[in-house]
């Protein structure tokens, strides 16, 4: 077993494992996406559910749910039968978050938010949730839990700076392989970003858009992605309406932020009584300075591309406490119980 040490060699595994696919009856290049896509997110063999289930089963069974949702109910197929014999599994597991010189992308990402942009529910928009599906298992689920896991450190430590979003040592929520995933889930196979792909393989598609490193759509990633999300840009690449932006995605942060801390933390009693109160009064101001470094790491990106999608100083100063605005939160505040776990999918 071995991580891929290249872009070039992670699409060459991605090759080898769909050569086997259509060898097992899979001759549709969106079901191998699929496939694929659950090596890494939504089923009980996902390196996802690896690591979620030691930490909540049913939490981690919830997760598999909601990815289920946002990607229109589609379940991959179980690719173990067709990769048996091989160490295919483990070595594309191990290669989701993949470092080539000075790139780098969670490839998780792209395959997930690549399979979205097949499916009716990548365009349909989520009560409460703050976007669409497409959205919420890209760059809005990494900076909506980011923004949740910001707000509920600062209820005990209030100094807690936000580039904890964009660079920590689990390589969460903000950090540059995620974020370049996340753009890549939109640029990868596209003609305009966020359209539906077209591709013949996987492994093409990941070559058009990694391969090689001065190609058109890298290039051009960083601005096709603030297009597709929102972004007015200017002739020279500058952001027309950064301020509209910011408050725009701050909106679908805070959302997010808040279902985010009610499904994941709640549920299992990891955040009840004041805990639960104190992070709903900081999740409005946690939401605003990631959705404020977003955009200017973007805009950065976009002057000087191909430069790397990654956030630098100055950040924002952490913003003083509001109110609570959410009924979810104010109902968790009144929760006393050390532990509140759910045996099914219920929620």
């Known amino acids: 077993m071995a991580k891929a040490a290249s872009f070039a060699a992670y699409i060459a595994l991605v090759a080898a494992a769909e050569k086997r696919l259509i ?3 899979q ?4 079901q191998r996406l699929v496939t694929l896509r659950g090596v890494y997110y939504g089923t009980t063999w996902s390196l996802d559910y690896d690591k979620e ?7 981690a069974t919830i997760r598999n749910f909601g990815f289920f949702t946002y990607l229109g109910g589609t379940m991959p197929a179980d690719p173990r039968p067709a990769l048996a014999g091989s160490t295919l599994l483990a070595d594309l597991k191990l290669s989701q978050s993949m470092h080539d010189g000075l790139r780098s992308a969670d490839v998780g990402h792209l395959l997930i938010g690549l399979e979205s942009r097949t499916t009716t529910a990548g365009t349909t928009h989520f009560p409460q949730e703050g976007g669409t599906g497409l959205e919420i298992v890209t760059w809005l689920g990494d900076l909506g839990g980011g923004a949740a896991n910001l707000a509920r450190r600062r209820a005990t430590a209030p100094a807690t700076t936000v580039e904890y979003v964009f660079h920590n040592a689990s390589s969460d929520y903000g950090v540059t392989d995620n974020l370049e995933g996340d753009v890549a889930a939109y640029v990868t196979a596209s003609r305009v970003a966020g359209d539906k792909p077209t591709f013949s393989t996987v492994a093409d598609a990941l070559r058009g858009y990694l391969l090689p490193a001065t190609g058109a759509l890298w290039k051009g990633r960083a601005a096709g992605f603030a297009a597709a999300t929102g972004a007015t840009l ?16 701050t909106t679908k942060l805070y959302d997010f932020g808040i279902w985010y801390a009610a499904t994941r933390w709640v549920h299992t009693g990891e955040l009840t009584g004041s805990a639960a109160s104190a992070t709903c009064t900081h999740m409005h101001g946690a ?8 955009v200017k790491t973007l805009g950065r990106a ?6 790397a999608i990654d956030a630098v100083a100055p950040y924002p100063a952490p913003t ?13 505040g009144l929760l006393k119980l050390p532990s509140l776990r759910l045996p099914s999918l219920d929620f």
């Open 287 to 294: 939401a605003e300075e990631v959705a404020t470094v977003f």
């Open 302 to 307: 976009i002057l000087r591309a191909p430069a």
């Open 320 to 332: 003083p406490p509001g109110s609570c605005q959410s009924l979810l939160l104010q109902a968790a």
């Open 27 to 30: 001759r549709d290049p969106v």
């Open 23 to 25: 060898a097992a009856g």
């Open 234 to 249: 200017g002739p020279k690449g500058a952001i027309a309406n950064e301020t509209a932006w910011i408050s725009a995605l």
């Open 53 to 59: 289930s030691k930490r909540s089963v049913p939490g």
